[in-house]
């Protein structure tokens, strides 16, 4: 998500530096990837999320 948004608005992304979550020492375990199921939002509340993106595009 970091690397979307530095190409989003051109940063230098050389400034970034890679860690693992291993080496954060948080007390609760977390999982390597996370999402949202949207389908319920979808069907039920018509839900039309934007893109990260577009999302960004708003917030310039």
């Known amino acids: 998500m970091v690397l ?3 190409d989003f608005y051109d940063l230098d992304k050389t400034k970034l530096i890679a860690v693992s979550s291993s080496t954060l020492n948080q007390k609760a375990k977390r999982p390597l990837r996370t999402g949202f199921v949207l389908d319920k ?3 039920d509340l ?3 999320p934007l893109t990260f993106e577009e999302s960004l595009t708003r917030l310039r």
């Open 46 to 48: 018509k839900y039309d």
């Open 4 to 6: 979307r948004i530095a």
């Open 41 to 43: 939002a979808l069907r």
